[in-house]
Nanobody, 119 residues
Framework: VQLVESGGDLVQPGGSLRLSCAAS????????IYWVRQSPQKGLEWVSD???????TYAESAKGRFTISRDSKKNTVFLQLSSLKTEDTATYYC??????????????WGRGTQVTVSS
């Protein structure tokens, strides 16, 4: 099982990025896939997830700005980030097999991709 994130970059406030999570060793269609971010200020935070049925869930901080999606042919999950704020600066991880709870605890993690929002 492998999860590989990409797409992070330095972007100005108000900008956009699309993060990718390429999976191998399993099919993303049959698992709930999560996006989690980590920053020194806030620690680990839930951002979004997508169910096998394609239903998305978003943290309050992400609603209206972030969009999660999935490409079955590419076996990849995406996170479109828009209207970025400085407080969105973090390392973004995709994960699988996460337990419910306020702190993300997941069985499988990618290595993360850095998003820095700064002018």
């Amino acid at each position: 099982v492998q999860l590989v994130e990409s797409g992070g970059d330095l972007v100005q406030p108000g900008g956009s990025l699309r993060l990718s999570c390429a999976a191998s060793g399993f099919t993303v269609d049959i698992y709930r896939i999560y996006w989690v971010r980590q920053s020194p200020q806030k620690g680990l935070e839930w951002v979004s997830d997508i169910t096998p049925g394609g239903s998305p869930t978003y943290a309050e901080s992400a609603k209206g700005r972030f969009t999660i999606s999935r490409d079955s042919k590419k076996n990849t999950v995406f996170l479109q980030l828009s209207s970025l704020k400085t407080e969105d600066t973090a390392t973004y991880y995709c994960a699988r097999g996460c337990a419910n709870g306020p702190t993300p605890r997941c069985r499988d993690w990618g290595r993360g991709t850095q998003v820095t929002v700064s002018s």
